[in-house]
């Protein structure tokens, strides 16, 4: 924020700028919207007159159609309107665009709500609940609707589809105005008021905009308002059989809903002009209260090695690539919580990528990052094994007595707080332990440092241990690496450093290790950019994305709570599912590696 931002909230975070934050402090510090009243609801004119002056000094909002699951674009779209509402001292409102009555369902409204409160907003403020939905608004939308005829700018097309597409013109051509567009005001009344009657059929008639069928810009060649819908509306049922266009519907929305920033993705940009044709028309009618919101665009989140189309995401789904909506390999909201994404990781992500006006791609290594850095903060960490051998200390029971179990233990957590006693975790080592199978080799490459024959290394909170050799089965597989004990070099005790190794090596005690479920994920998409260019974005589906293993895992990781993340010693960070995760049966998800391996 500027220094010379109005804004005198001393407890915002200093944020990057960026062109809205300008926008937005240059509206704050010019009073722009500073005389603007709010009712305590949505409404027209005349119903925000009588009310108050807005206690909110900006209005966002999200504005969601219920037709799928939220994905990580929409992270950064609720990032940025709720986290500039909250910077600013205004009110972001959560609005379900529902105008559309065929592709929307329930079931979306409540997983779109728990997404956004999980993410760490809400829409509460000022005593209000600004939760919203714009098929409250069709009798408002159908009035501004008979405005709009009655004034002359508006009137009922009945030519068919095709012809109104021949006579759109394209970039090149001009528009031809529709034989309809010479109506009158009454006969446009008319035939309207008969659309919304039922007294036509779907595609019958349009209710257009007189704009101009020559215009360069192609959305301001009469647009369509309202069409005729023989559909059942999940909220108003059989009420209407004419919707309003989303083009028409949303800066009504916005207007009803004394928005002042509405912020969209590129793609409206050119819808803009229209946007701003209709709010002059409706505030000179009365209808709607002035200053009106202005919209602004920002660049899309395009993040490669996944697609964030809800109609390819639901295909991924309903076609078995993945394991539902919330499967841990697919970029929605649902998907990367399970996957163990926290809130505050993806929030770091919104504001790491920032808001521009350019199309870019954002490299998937980026979210990684987000989470990676959260988790090595506050992660509990553990040891794992992953393909496990058992290792036998052959001196075991002859040095610490048969069936001894050395207690051991280790930090839970990296960066003890000074004068806060770090918790602890706590293992046992016997006489048999697994290892990796990896850090064992018969004949070892050059360079290398862990178990061969006559080399030692430090098993990791216990001993160090010297490699003797290993037994095999009949096809030469390793079946038990076989090492002794070296006496007084238990970690933590004295002089316990004094035998020198080159390695440390990860482990889990046979007797307290438990099994547990490990699904390792790799990136869905072999290709970067699966969909770009209207390629098929199944062809590049990664047919390993998810491998099953049984590791081996010490006791504080057994008892993990479902969602709860851990660092697995040496093999990333980890997550307890959240579905399927218990104490009996412990499953655990692959979160993030250590490092970027991404571009490996
Ligand atoms: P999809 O194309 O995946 O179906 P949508 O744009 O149709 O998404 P809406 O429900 O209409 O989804 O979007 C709600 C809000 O989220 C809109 O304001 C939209 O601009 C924003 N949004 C959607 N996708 C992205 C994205 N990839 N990056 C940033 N914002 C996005
Ligand atoms: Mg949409």
Same mark, same amino acid.
């Given at each position: 924020m500027s220094p010379t931002a109005p804004n005198d909230r001393t407890d915002a975070p200093v944020k990057p700028s960026n062109f809205l934050r300008q926008i937005i402090e240059h509206d704050l510090s010019a009073g722009t919207y500073a005389q603007r009243r709010w009712a305590g609801s949505p409404g027209d004119a005349a119903h925000h007159a009588a *009310?108050?002056?807005?206690?909110?000094?900006i209005r966002t909002r999200f504005p969601p159609e219920p037709n799928g699951y939220l994905h990580v674009g929409h992270a950064k779209s609720i990032c940025l309107n709720f986290g500039l509402a909250r910077d600013y001292g205004g009110v972001c409102h959560m609005r379900f665009?529902?105008? /559309?009555?065929?592709?929307?369902d329930t079931e979306y409204v409540n997983s779109i709500l728990d997404a956004v409160q999980w993410l760490?907003? /809400?829409?509460?403020a000022n005593g209000t609940r600004h939760l919203y939905q714009a098929s409250d608004y069709f009798d408002f939308m159908y009035r501004a609707a008979e405005h709009l005829i009655t004034t002359g700018h508006a009137y009922v097309d009945e030519q068919s589809a095709e012809e109104m597409r021949l006579n759109r013109g394209d970039f090149g051509k001009p528009g031809v105005d529709s034989p309809?567009?010479?109506? !009158?005001p009454a006969e446009n009344l008319a035939r309207f008021r008969a659309m919304r009657a039922g007294e036509l059929a779907d595609g019958a008639a349009v209710l257009r905009a007189k704009?101009?069928?020559?215009?360069?810009?192609? /959305?301001?060649?009469?647009?369509?308002l309202y069409r005729i819908k023989h559909a059942t509306h999940h909220? !108003? *049922?059989?009420?209407?059989?004419i919707y309003p266009m989303y083009t028409f519907a949303h800066p009504i929305e916005d207007a009803l809903e004394q928005i002042t920033h509405s912020i969209c993705t590129l793609e409206f940009e050119d819808q803009r002009p229209f946007y701003d044709w209709l709010m002059v028309r409706l505030i000179d009618g009365g209808l709607l209260a002035s200053p009106p919101p202005k919209q602004y665009e920002f660049a899309r989140l395009n993040l490669t090695y996944v697609v964030t189309s809800k109609r390819k995401l639901a295909q991924l789904v309903t076609q078995g690539?993945? /394991?539902?909506?919330?499967?841990?390999?697919?970029?929605?909201i649902v998907g990367l919580r399970r996957r163990g994404y926290t809130p505050q990781s993806l929030q770091l992500f919104a504001e790491r990528i920032g808001v521009t006006k350019s199309d870019s791609w954002i490299d998937h290594s980026t979210l990684e990052g987000c989470l990676r850095e959260d988790l090595e903060a506050h992660a509990r960490r553990g040891m794992a094994v992953l393909n496990p051998v058992k290792l036998v200390l052959t001196n075991w029971d002859e040095l610490m007595g048969p069936g001894h179990l050395e207690p051991c233990s280790l930090p839970a957590l990296p960066h003890p707080v000074e004068g806060v006693d770090s918790p602890m975790r706590h293992f046992t080592v016997g006489r048999e332990v697994w290892i990796e199978?990896?850090?064992?080799?018969?004949?070892? #490459?050059?360079?290398y440092k862990r178990l061969f024959p006559g080399n030692k290394v430090r098993l990791k909170g216990g001993y160090v241990i010297e490699c003797t050799g290993c037994t095999k089965d009949t096809n030469g597989t390793v079946t038990e690496v076989l090492a002794t004990v070296v006496p007084d070099?238990?970690?933590? !005790? #004295?002089?316990?450093?004094a035998v020198k190794v080159k390695a440390a090596i990860t482990w889990v005690g046979v007797a307290d290790g438990v099994p547990a479920e490990v699904r390792l994920y790799e990136r869905?998409?072999?290709?970067?950019?699966?969909?770009? *260019?209207?390629?098929?974005?199944?062809?590049?589906?990664? #047919?390993?994305s998810l491998k099953v293993v049984t590791a081996i895992v010490e006791p504080s990781l057994a008892q993990a709570q479902p969602d709860q993340k851990f660092q697995f010693e040496r093999h990333g960070y980890f997550v307890a599912d959240r579905q399927d995760h218990t104490a009996t049966h412990p499953v655990f998800n692959f979160a993030v590696g250590l490092k970027d391996g991404w571009g490996k």
């Open positions: *009310g108050q002056p807005d206690p909110a000094r665009d529902d105008t /559309n009555p065929e592709k929307e760490g907003f /809400n829409w509460d309809f567009r010479a109506r !009158t704009i101009d069928m020559a215009s360069p810009n192609i /959305n301001l060649r009469d647009p369509a909220h !108003t *049922g059989d009420a209407w059989c690539h993945v /394991n539902g909506w919330d499967d841990p390999r697919m970029p929605t199978r990896e850090d064992f080799e018969e004949v070892p #490459p050059k360079g070099t238990k970690s933590g !005790t #004295p002089g316990s450093d869905l998409f072999l290709d970067a950019q699966p969909d770009a *260019g209207g390629k098929d974005f199944l062809e590049s589906l990664n #047919p390993h």
